[in-house]
């Protein structure tokens, strides 16, 4: 690996910590998704991640003061540690691994769906807590607490999918189906992202899983449905 790849992502891990948006195992596990995305993928998904990573602490910061307050913020004021990186970045990262070895464009579509999937849900949660207006349960539209698991709004749905659209940008450059791609990245997380809100509302409420195991599942299930998408509209 290059000289001035290791130091990007030091950098990167040295910022992540200085703003306080990851604790020591936090940095460690970032570090070796970064490092394991650049081998595989190169430089795109790499910075689709990071753009994740960056717009996730700005929302995560966003007048947190007044989310602490009202008793709404993330765990750990912010700060995030390795199950929150590997339930958010795993699943791309096995989908990134499947593409290197198949070159399929399917897998380039899951990858960059499942990260739109993250980036859809942190963006969604953390500044539809601020934005979002008489959330809904998003299994019977009864009013939810705001920050509530499985809490809705029409503002974070749109704050969502602005967050899929983002990171497909990243995904149309590899492919030469570029509308395809967009379509299927912003769909696939835009629909990950409530499957994680569904997840939350259902099998985490219930104790069954835990948050980290809602991310994961999430993107996940947004990875390969954004794979779907992308092979139907061929």
Same mark, same amino acid.
């Given at each position: 690996?290059?000289?001035?790849?290791?130091? =990007?992502?030091?950098?990167?891990?040295?910022? !992540?910590? &200085?703003?306080?948006?990851?604790?020591?195992?936090?940095?460690?596990?970032?570090?070796?998704?970064?490092?394991?995305?650049?081998?595989?993928?190169?430089?795109?998904?790499?910075?689709?991640?990071? @753009?994740?990573?960056?717009?996730? =602490?700005?929302?995560? &910061?966003?007048?947190?003061?007044? &989310?602490?307050?009202?008793?709404?913020?993330?765990?750990?004021?912010?700060?995030?540690?390795?199950?929150? =990186?590997?339930?958010?970045?795993?699943?791309?990262?096995?989908?990134?691994?499947?593409?290197?070895?198949?070159?399929?464009?399917?897998?380039?579509?899951?990858?960059?769906? /499942?990260? !739109? @999937?993250?980036?859809?849900?942190?963006?969604?949660?953390?500044?539809?807590?601020?934005?979002?207006?008489?959330?809904?349960?998003?299994?019977?539209?009864?009013?939810?607490?705001?920050?509530?698991?499985?809490?809705?709004?029409?503002?974070?749905?749109?704050?969502?999918?602005?967050?899929?659209?983002?990171?497909?940008?990243?995904? =149309?450059?590899?492919? @030469?189906?570029?509308?395809?791609?967009?379509?299927?990245?912003?769909?696939?997380?835009?629909?990950?992202?409530?499957?994680? /809100?569904?997840?939350?509302?259902?099998?985490?409420?219930?104790?069954?899983?835990?948050?980290?195991?809602?991310?994961?599942?999430? @993107?996940?299930?947004?990875?390969?449905?954004?794979?779907?998408?992308?092979? /139907?509209?061929?």
């Amino acid at each position: 690996m290059e000289i001035a790849t290791i130091a =990007v992502i030091a950098l990167v891990g040295a910022l !992540a910590y &200085k703003l306080k948006a990851l604790d020591g195992k936090g940095i460690i596990a970032a570090a070796l998704v970064g490092v394991i995305t650049i081998m595989f993928g190169g430089i795109l998904p790499f910075l689709a991640l990071l @753009t994740f990573v960056l717009l996730g =602490v700005f929302a995560t &910061k966003y007048r947190l003061a007044e &989310k602490i307050e009202r008793e709404i913020a993330q765990e750990g004021k912010g700060i995030r540690s390795w199950q929150n =990186v590997l339930g958010n970045g795993l699943a791309a990262v096995m989908f990134l691994l499947i593409e290197y070895y198949t070159k399929q464009d399917v897998f380039w579509a899951a990858t960059f769906s /499942s990260i !739109a @999937t993250a980036n859809a849900d942190t963006l969604a949660s953390e500044l539809g807590k601020i934005f979002g207006k008489a959330p809904k349960m998003i299994t019977n539209l009864n009013p939810a607490n705001v920050g509530e698991n499985g809490a809705i709004s029409w503002q974070g749905e749109i704050i969502a999918l602005i967050g899929a659209f983002t990171i497909s940008l990243f995904a =149309v450059v590899l492919t @030469t189906q570029k509308v395809e791609m967009l379509l299927a990245v912003t769909i696939g997380g835009f629909m990950g992202c409530n499957i994680d /809100s569904l997840l939350g509302a259902t099998l985490e409420n219930k104790g069954i899983i835990n948050n980290h195991h809602t991310n994961f599942l999430a @993107t996940l299930l947004g990875g390969i449905i954004g794979g779907v998408i992308f092979l /139907s509209l061929l």
